[in-house]
Structures are given as C-alpha cells and as structure tokens.
C-alpha cells in the first residue's frame, strides 16, 4: 500500500461510548493531543481504550492482508485468528 492510499477499515458491534472513544482518537493529530485527551480515563476507560486500540491493529492487519491469494491456511492466519479470539473472550 503506497502513502496516497486512504486504508479503510471497519470495527463492527461497538457500543456507542467505544464509538465516542474512537471519534475522540480520531480527532487527535499528536500523541502528544491523544495523551492529553485521555489523561483523565478512569481504570475502565483506560481499558476501552486499549482494547480498541488492539482492534484497530487487527483491522489495519486484517485489511492488509486481504489481498493475500493464499493466506487463508498460513501460520500467519492461524496466530490472527488466536489474537482475535483472545480479543473477543
């Protein structure tokens, strides 16, 4: 994927305070502006936060790796598939 290619990807089943949470994300252009936003997270918020943060790696590698041609039964696949389901519960 070259620097002029918009990635596009897709979160599906979140509540609305985790969509709240990604548009706040979304909006920082830093880490300096994200670390200010949410320095004030609660236990819980902090760990939204980080698991949306672990979902949106997934989905950036799940769009990557769509291209693949013979992806579907590689080692590679296999570990997603675990880190998903650990994600997931």
């Known amino acids: 994927m070259s620097d002029s290619e918009e990635l596009n990807i897709r979160i599906t089943g979140l509540t609305q305070e985790a969509v709240d949470m990604l548009d706040l994300f979304w909006s920082c252009n830093t880490q300096q502006d994200l670390a200010r936003a949410t320095r004030h997270f609660d236990r ?15 989905a ?4 990557l790796l769509e291209d ?3 992806f579907s039964n590689s080692e590679a696949r296999q ?11």
């Open 44 to 58: 819980r918020q902090r760990t939204l936060a980080e698991t949306l943060h672990k979902l949106i790696i997934l």
């Open 60 to 63: 950036i590698e799940d769009s």
């Open 68 to 70: 693949c041609t013979d």
């Open 79 to 89: 570990v997603i598939d675990r880190i998903k389901k650990n994600v997931n519960g």
